[in-house]
């Protein structure tokens, strides 16, 4: 099969057109990827986020199931929506599915059902840490894991499952903890930056809440996000934004990646606010433009300007301590819960259409899927099979 791969002993993305297709597991199910999107995460995996990567990259998709492995061990089996019986009969050959990322492949179980999804230890994770992705034509994963697409999602939309139940874990977190007055702020223009935007605007409206504040550098992608927000640009290191915004929001999403979002985030998040974390990078920084570099001529690209510093632990930990402001982190979430919202969101639906900037097909576009989507303004690159 054809398959996108990235190895950190050559920290190059290339297309594999001989590699083998996978076989499922135990308790495990072969699908056939219909079509894959592009994440942040990728792009931060090709910048060495995860040391010794060696796979194939990706774990946002949509495809059908084909073939199954062999029964699931006796201990997890029954442990999911009518998996007692092997094949599941909630996913016959044919069904159009999406899956959660977090594989539970110690079978490990506790009362905490959040945990045992998002942390259960000796955990592989889609296309992340010690499973191949899903940028390839086939892959596998628990049967624990897949969720039957609505009939009427196209494919292009399911794609979006997995980062649409990230925004969805914020309300599954309990926050904004009170909705129906809290002022909320999203700081982050890009694609999940979007959807958490859409995700919480939704929630908070639902309860009768002030309008969410949408904080980005681009007026026209923070318009596709629908209902009735605060839209505000942001220019330079977000200083500005800061003065005029500063401490009056119970809680602020962090969700540009950006070093400066958290100083933003900080500054906007009154005391005993709370500041949520949606973005992992990695911890590899590109190198600084040589000293002496010739500044550009007018119409010729040339090295960018050397960032700001970025802000230090003690800067930031003096914050949250003085100011006693809570700092969470935010992953995987609920794809029952992103599904449902795609089915029954017209809005939501029109805003995952519109940020989709490409469709490649990846036997010709290979690695140049990763490359569109790293070029700056581009949304969401989905790669079909």
């Known amino acids: ?110 009362a905490d059902a959040i945990f045992q999804r998002n942390h259960a230890p000796g955990r592989s994770v889609l296309g992340i840490i010690g499973r191949d992705g899903c940028l390839a034509e086939f892959l596998t994963l628990p049967a624990l894991n897949l969720h039957v697409v609505p009939p009427g999602l196209s494919d292009a939309e399911a794609v979006f499952a997995e980062p649409l139940a990230a925004a969805c874990r914020i309300p599954e977190q ?32 639902a309860a009768g809440g002030p309008p969410l504040t949408l904080v980005g550098r681009h007026a026209a992608k923070m318009a596709l996000v629908p209902g009735n927000l605060d839209r505000v640009v942001s220019e330079g290191d977000g200083a500005a934004v800061a003065d005029r915004l500063g401490g009056q929001f119970g809680l602020v999403v962090e969700a540009s990646g950006s070093a400066h979002g958290i100083r933003t985030a900080l500054a906007l998040c009154r005391p005993l606010g709370t500041v949520l974390l949606k973005s992992t990078v990695s911890t590899l920084q590109p190198p600084a433009p040589a000293a002496g570099a010739a500044a550009p001529q007018q119409g010729q690209q040339g090295p960018a300007a050397a960032p700001a510093p970025a802000p230090t632990w003690a800067e930031l930990a003096n914050d949250i301590v003085v100011n006693e402001k809570v700092l969470v982190g935010s992953r995987c979430g609920p794809f029952d819960a992103a599904l449902r919202l795609m089915a029954e969101d017209a809005g939501v639906r029109g805003l995952l259409r519109a940020m989709v900037a490409a469709e490649l097909p990846l036997r010709e576009a290979g690695a140049t899927a990763l490359e569109r989507a790293a070029s700056k303004g581009t949304l969401k690159v989905q790669v079909v099979m």
Request: hydrophobic share 35%; net charge neutral.
């Open 1 to 110: 099969m054809n398959a996108l791969t990235f190895s950190t002993a050559e920290m190059t993305p290339k297309l594999d057109k001989d590699r083998p297709v996978p076989k499922p597991g135990p308790g495990e199910v072969l699908i056939k990827v219909s079509r894959a999107g592009v994440c942040s995460t990728d792009l931060e995996i090709i910048r060495g986020y995860v040391p010794g990567y060696n796979g194939v990259l990706g774990h946002e998709f949509v495809g059908t199931v084909v073939a199954y492995g062999p029964p699931p061990p006796a201990a997890a089996a029954g442990s999911g929506p009518d998996t007692g019986s092997w094949p599941p009969a909630r996913t016959p050959l044919g069904t159009r599915v999406v899956g959660e990322i977090n594989c539970n492949d110690a079978h490990y179980t506790c």
């Open 174 to 205: 309990g926050l904004p903890r009170q909705p129906g007055g809290d002022r909320v702020a999203v700081i982050g223009d890009g694609k999940l930056g979007l959807l958490t935007a859409a995700v919480l605007s939704r929630h908070i409206t």
